[in-house]
């Protein structure tokens, strides 16, 4: 049995979307737990009214914001500790499977691979490319260095942020967007720094982290990269497997939130430092 966790906050209609791709479209036994992150405006009560009745969902929140890593714990260890599960999908409430076969590719692959924790492949539907595996490089202990200084430089120009984003929004000028490598890689890759939207945890990981598959003392940003350093410090095996493929349509609960870029950009910077002296905290420890 899968048992899929999915994180929402606000955006009922994706979550819904979400849902529904899971129930409707892919065979094999499954349960879906979504976890409605405290959201503000009383979708919690929604989702439980819309699946009261239905059969394999679980609707449960939290007290209060746990953020990304803490939030998606609350449901893997829910799940984890209730049901037993060959494996757990971790995935935002942003996305989509129209896969028939995703649960069989899932056991196809654990069957070749022997993983711990797996990536499908993960298609962006806002910026048309293909998001796993990651092109760019799991950071250093130096790179971890320098991106805190910049964060807190940042940090401390919050005014300006502001009036960047002001004097964009009144030439109607759009920030330049980043290039991004569109390329699909067709064949399965070991290792590999992995996207954060969608983890597919085998009973190995699960036996060993029955708790918590993500590090807890982040907010949001750098799960990805934290998940992979615990991996490759703890020989845990990742995969990449394009066999699975899943859908993103990404950002849609921050958007609604800090849906003034201003906003959105502050945020991301707090959170991302807060996160990258998380990370640096935890070499610490490990003596790195």
Not at 58 to 73: S, Y
Not at 180 to 195: M, S, W
């Amino acid at each position: 049995m899968v048992c899929f966790v999915i994180l929402h906050y606000m955006a009922l209609d994706e979550t819904i979307q979400c849902v529904e791709s899971i129930l409707n479209n892919m065979d094999g036994e499954k349960r879906v737990i979504v976890v409605d992150n405290c959201s503000p405006n009383g979708t919690l009560a929604d989702l439980q009214a819309r699946y009261k009745n239905a059969p394999g969902v679980d609707v449960i929140g939290t007290d209060r914001n746990l953020g990304f890593a803490k939030g998606n714990n609350f449901g893997y260890n829910y799940a984890v500790s209730k049901y037993e599960p060959d494996f757990t999908v971790v995935m935002n409430n942003d996305m989509e499977i129209r896969q028939k076969d995703f649960i069989g590719q899932m056991e196809q692959s654990y069957k070749d691979y022997g993983f711990a924790v797996m990536g499908p492949d993960i298609y962006s539907t806002k910026k048309k490319y293909h998001q796993n595996p990651q092109t760019r490089k799991m950071p250093t202990r130096e790179d971890l260095e320098r991106t805190r200084r910049q964060l807190e430089t940042k940090n401390r120009l919050q005014p300006l942020i502001s009036l960047k984003w002001t004097i964009l929004s009144l030439v109607h000028k759009k920030p330049a967007q980043e290039k991004r490598d569109k390329n699909y890689v067709d064949h399965a890759v070991e290792n590999p720094l992995l996207h954060g939207s969608c983890y597919v945890f085998s009973r190995d990981f699960m036996k060993r982290h029955p708790r918590e598959c993500f590090y807890p003392e982040t907010f949001m940003y750098f799960e990805a990269e934290i998940l992979c350093y615990q991996c490759r410090r703890d020989g845990e095996k990742m995969i990449y497997d394009p066999r699975l493929r899943v859908d993103h349509h990404e950002d849609v609960a921050t958007d609604l939130e800090y849906h003034k870029q201003s906003r959105k950009s502050i945020f991301t910077i707090k959170c991302m430092l807060q996160s990258v002296k998380a990370f640096l905290a935890l070499m610490d420890r490990d003596g790195n």
